[in-house]
């Protein structure tokens, strides 16, 4: 007999990251399951998935698919958190009980957890952590945090966009991507010695610089805003492009083709290094970071004090046409499975 799992994440807000996410859950869930999935874009996730779907906004619509459904899966990222809201952290609390209440389990898939600012948001996690089936963590801090707050077990391995197939780099000379966002690090001027950098880096080495938003809404954009304001020396300006990617394969075949990847968002990182393609980061925040020393990539923290001109384009151009060691990413490939041992409980 089939079951029915309710898939919940933020899915279908126009974001590739999160697209992966979807994929690499859908590739992994037992043949005995059928999947319904929370998604802002219904009929884009319908389309791209051949799932069906439920619209994420509407707590009432999400409710009434969990009483038709089997078991609840909150599906990669991060969604115990209350840096959106604790309202956000509330609504996913809610789900949880509810679908306690109805005797459904619950499985926390490859979840980030945190940050936790308020002390209420805390205590509810608290509460709410004896109450999952099973859990894996994306990451050692998320299971630490877990821990701190009573969890009896607290495994963890890595993102699991990592189980996505692997690509052939085909990018010796080719371009520089950049996958860049908004950021509050990055106000104004800020930007400066990024740009100048990078401008230095693609005249130096002769490159198209390519710009892939990843996420519709908050990175499509970005170039235009820097380039109006300013702030994009007039040699960039030139070389620079932006490139559409409409979906995580898209964007994979943009990065096979790069000489390097700069990459600030966590997926564009992730999805660059399976693509075979020299990366580069640039951490906004500590998963980041986290990723980019599994990777043994150069990241300059956003956190830190901003790095000289000369020193961001003398770690990019040290990483330029130099992609990561194979035998590294396998490791992190392999990492990725235990995230498909959690789902034998939907078999049970």
């Not at 990251?17 to 999935?37: E, F, I, K, N, R």
């Not at 952590?129 to 009573?150: I, K, M």
């Not at 000289?308 to 330029?320: N, Y």
């Amino acid at each position: 007999m089939t079951k029915t799992v309710l898939l919940c994440g933020y899915y279908g807000e126009h974001n590739l990251g999160d697209d992966a996410l979807l994929a690499a859950l859908l590739q992994q869930l037992p043949a005995s399951t059928s999947a319904l999935v929370t998604a802002f874009d219904r009929a884009d996730v319908e389309a791209r998935h051949g799932v069906a779907t439920v619209q994420r906004r509407s707590p009432r619509a999400v409710l009434s698919a969990l009483r038709r459904a089997d078991a609840l899966v909150f599906g990669g990222g991060s969604l115990l958190q209350d840096s959106t809201s604790f309202q956000s952290l509330l609504y996913y609390a809610a789900l949880i009980a509810a679908a306690r209440l109805q005797g459904k389990p619950v499985l926390l898939w490859a979840q980030g957890l945190g940050p936790l600012r308020r002390r209420r948001s805390r205590a509810l996690v608290r509460a709410l952590l004896p109450w999952l089936t099973a859990v894996t963590w994306r990451d050692a801090d998320s299971a630490t945090l877990a821990t701190q707050l009573g969890a009896a077990k607290a495994d963890h391995a890595v993102d699991a966009v990592w189980s996505l197939p692997r690509e052939q780099w085909l990018g010796q000379g080719g371009a520089i991507v950049v996958c860049w966002r908004p950021t509050d690090w990055l106000a104004g001027e800020r930007w400066s010695p990024y740009l100048q950098a990078l401008a230095q880096l693609a005249e130096v080495h002769n490159r198209e610089v390519l710009w892939v938003p990843f996420h519709r809404e908050q990175d499509q954009t970005l170039l235009a805003a820097l380039l109006a304001e300013g702030y994009v020396p007039e040699g960039l300006r030139q070389r620079s492009r932006q490139v559409e990617a409409t979906s995580p394969r898209e964007a994979m075949a943009v990065f096979r083709s790069a000489g390097l990847v700069i990459a600030m968002r966590l997926h564009a990182l992730i999805l660059g290094a399976l693509s075979g393609a020299p990366v580069a980061a640039l951490s906004y925040d500590p998963k980041v970071k986290a990723c980019a020393d599994q990777i043994g990539c150069p990241c300059a923290d956003l956190a830190s004090p901003h790095p000289s001109v000369e020193d961001l384009s003398q770690q990019w151009s040290s990483a330029l046409d130099q992609p990561p060691g194979s035998s590294r990413l396998a490791e992190l490939v392999a990492a990725a499975a235990q995230h498909r041992e959690l789902l034998r409980h939907l078999e049970d």
